[in-house]
């Protein structure tokens, strides 16, 4: 074989597992069709180091996520990686959204985040400028430089990359995979590996067909999340970041406020789904409704604060309602050994990255 592993995907996803995966198998290979690492998912998304709150019980999400929280912290102050601790508050206000705070604050703590409730006293002392009766506070939510992540993870498992490269096709062999590629010059070469890792994002269905499972389940649906900046030294009013309660009916968490490491604030993401992956144009027409989103918790926000910043694509699994878990498959059982899928690693797949890591590692151990 011309590696022992392959991963297909230079995301954050598929950057930690090279590095967990380093730590066991000597010839690693990251293999990605853009000219960078870090430009899918992992380039566009609100880089919240999540504490874990918002998961079903016993899901992966739930698990993975508090766990990946504290190898992430970890990495980061090992490696150097900028980050920063900002803490959060998911915000109430009025007896109907106090209601649901207490049902968010009992499945967060179920899950192992560490939460604490705030009375209107306290949280006006956190947080002078905004709307609330009543708050929940996380310590333990920070944000990251999801670049600058992926890159300390690619650089300390010592793979190889090749950029501008595409998987074209998959064919299982005696003993592993012969997987086909197309560069940039359009010219295609194939190689051998015994393990193959399907991290591709958005395409990760796509990948699994290529490997001949047509699942019905493996197929993604591709949800859109808009942001918008807040400008006029509006970002100077807030010192974490603020979510409200997440409505029932609700498939995100709510346009909410995040902080950049530069300080910079926006607002989002919302929900749209969309047709095709990669679009990632946002319609001016939408500040009204950001707007409105955020202007009961948020009262000095003006809508002429607003502008169009950029978006990120959710790869949501099309066949279940609400928020689906991760799906992290070894492929034994579909006589397709040593494959690993990784399908709608969609938030908190950031977080959980290096707990993601370790559970590939554990399923081809006992392959
Ligand atoms: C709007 C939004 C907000 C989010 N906010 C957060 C957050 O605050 N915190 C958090 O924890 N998570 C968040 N997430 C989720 C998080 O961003 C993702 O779970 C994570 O980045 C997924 O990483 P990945 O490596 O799986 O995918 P990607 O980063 O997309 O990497 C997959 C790579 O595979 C490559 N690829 C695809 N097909 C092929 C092929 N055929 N050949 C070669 N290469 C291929 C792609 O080019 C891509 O670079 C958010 C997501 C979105 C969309």
Excluded: W
Aim: aromatic residues 8%; charged residues 25%; glycine residues 8%.
């Amino acid at each position: 074989m011309d590696y022992e592993v392959t991963i297909i995907g230079a995301g954050a996803v598929g950057c930690a597992i090279a590095y967990e995966l380093s730590k066991n198998y000597a010839s690693i290979l990251v293999i990605e069709k853009e000219d960078g690492i870090c430009k899918g998912i992992s380039s566009r998304n609100s880089e919240v180091i999540h504490a874990g709150i918002y998961y079903a019980e016993n899901s992966l999400k739930a698990k993975l996520c508090v766990e990946g929280n504290a190898l992430i912290y970890d990495f980061c102050e090992k490696k150097g990686v900028p980050h920063k601790r900002t803490t959060k508050l998911i915000v109430a206000n009025g007896n109907s959204e106090e209601i649901l705070l207490e049902e968010i604050f009992k499945k967060g703590t179920k899950n192992g985040a560490e939460l604490r409730f705030l009375t209107q006293v306290e949280a006006k002392k956190l947080e002078p400028n905004i709307n609330v009766t009543s708050a929940i506070f996380s310590p333990n939510t920070g944000i990251v430089d999801s670049h600058s992540y992926t890159q300390a993870l690619l650089t300390s498992s010592g793979a190889e990359l090749v950029l501008r490269t595409k998987v074209v096709g998959i064919e299982k062999k005696s003993g592993g995979y012969r997987v086909i590629v197309r560069e940039h010059t359009s010219e295609e070469f194939s190689f051998t590996t015994k393990i193959l890792v399907n991290s591709a994002g958005l395409y990760s269905d796509e990948i699994a067909k290529l490997c001949g499972i047509e699942e019905a389940n493996y197929t993604l649906a591709f949800c859109k999340g808009d942001y918008f900046s807040v400008q006029n030294g509006k970002n100077k009013l807030v010192n974490r970041l603020i979510y409200p309660v997440v409505k029932k009916d609700f498939k995100g968490l709510g346009v909410h406020v995040t902080l950049s490491l530069g300080g910079e604030m926006r607002l989002g993401p919302d929900v749209e789904f969309i047709s095709k992956a990669e679009n990632y144009s946002i319609s001016p027409n939408k500040k009204q409704a950001f707007y409105e989103a955020v202007k009961s918790f948020l009262p000095f926000v003006e809508i002429e604060d607003l502008s169009p910043e950029m978006s990120g694509i959710r790869p949501k699994l099309a066949f279940y309602e609400g928020s689906p878990d991760f799906v992290i498959n070894e492929e034994s059982g579909k006589n397709l050994p040593n494959l690993v899928n990784l399908i709608g690693i969609e938030s908190p797949g950031l977080t959980s990255s290096l707990a993601i890591a370790k559970v590939v590692l554990q399923k081809l151990k006992s392959v």
